[in-house]
């Protein structure tokens, strides 16, 4: 973030990105000069797609560290645009931003809602998914093996460890550590979007019986739940984590919005 002139016309932005509509925003900032924009990226994901501003990877120590990061780089508007599931981050910005004393947006997409057809066990966290496929899912038996479809990430799966009975595809951008699998597990690599017809092969290629996946909400992942509803296949859907409140746009338009009028406030256009 390079002070483009002593007077500081543009309005500095940082998104804390990990979303698809961090993407998108950025892209729209890019061109626009009015905006000196930065997308932070927590450095999960090993191959991040090229993005239209610059980036950084890391953490940042805490709230405490992200608040003096504001503050030495003079960010004037802060965007929380991480996953729906990035709960820790989230409340590290909703504190910096307090710390700092900036402007915070979060942008937090729908979730996803069941409809007519859908046949979703709702459940609070991944060890509720993990018991529910072989509890309230597994019949008289709680241990009745199952073909079970995991789209959580690479970084979640330890609860499903302690079922191993059942056999796992497991789907996610980059590989998972192989010491974390569970036995009889099968590594897809995959990042959305996807289509129904590509998830309706999936299912059946690997004769899926059941699939557990967070509420992320989105367009980019939804096709496997359109796809278990038209074959009939029962879903464990983790819940979002609470987040503590927030200023909320549902979409990068509304961000943009946001972000529009909080330069005309700063720089009394």
Request: aromatic share 4%.
């Amino acid at each position: 973030m390079d002070d483009p002139s002593p007077t500081r016309i543009l309005t500095r932005i940082l998104i804390l990105g990990g979303s698809t509509e961090a993407s998108a925003l950025a892209i729209v900032l890019a061109g626009d000069e009015r905006f000196d924009v930065v997308l932070s990226l927590a450095g999960a994901t090993r191959s991040p797609r090229p993005q239209p501003v610059p980036v950084r990877r890391g953490g940042f120590g805490g709230a405490s560290g992200l608040a003096e990061f504001l503050r030495a780089e003079a960010v004037d508007l802060l965007i929380d645009a991480t996953h729906p599931f990035a709960a820790r981050m989230s409340g590290h910005a909703v504190e910096a931003a307090a710390l700092a004393g900036l402007p915070l947006l979060r942008i937090e997409r729908p979730a996803w809602v069941a409809g007519e057809g859908d046949r979703w066990t709702p459940v609070p966290d991944m060890e509720s998914a993990a018991r529910a496929l072989g509890g309230a899912l597994g019949g008289a038996s709680g241990e009745t093996p199952r073909r079970v479809l995991l789209t959580v990430g690479q970084k979640e799966l330890a609860p499903f460890c302690d079922t191993p009975w059942h056999r796992y595809v497991i789907r996610s951008i980059d590989p998972p550590d192989p010491a974390s699998l569970p036995p009889h597990a099968t590594f897809l690599p995959g990042a959305g979007p996807f289509t129904v017809e590509a998830e309706r092969r999936l299912l059946r290629e690997h004769a899926i019986e059941v699939i557990v996946t967070k509420n992320s909400g989105g367009l980019a992942t939804v096709a496997k739940l359109e796809a278990a509803r038209e074959l009939g296949l029962p879903v464990v859907m983790v819940a979002r984590p609470a987040l503590p409140p927030a200023e909320t746009a549902t979409d990068s338009s509304g961000a943009l919005r946001w972000v529009l009028a909080r330069h005309e406030a700063l720089r009394g256009a």
